[in-house]
């Protein structure tokens, strides 16, 4: 029985660990994903991406 319970903590734990780590990175990726989109938007529209901005045209999609 005390292998069991064991196996069950050892469960939670990981479960909790995946749910933390997915916590930290859903931001991480979401600000990267939103850049990217701002950085492509750009050049499409003939603008430079300089120090995290546009350069002589918007980010905005049209």
């Given at each position: 029985?005390?292998e069991?319970?064991g ?8 479960i ?12 991480l990726i979401t600000n990267?994903?939103n850049?990217t ?6 050049h ?10 546009c350069?002589?045209?918007s980010?905005?999609?049209?």
């Amino acid at each position: 029985m005390k292998e069991a319970s064991g196996e069950a903590n050892l469960t939670v734990i990981a479960i909790i660990l995946i749910g933390v780590i997915a916590a930290v990175v859903t931001p991480l990726i979401t600000n990267m994903m939103n850049t990217t989109q701002k950085r492509t938007c750009c050049h499409n529209n003939g603008g430079t991406w300089t120090n995290g901005r546009c350069v002589g045209a918007s980010d905005k999609c049209s």
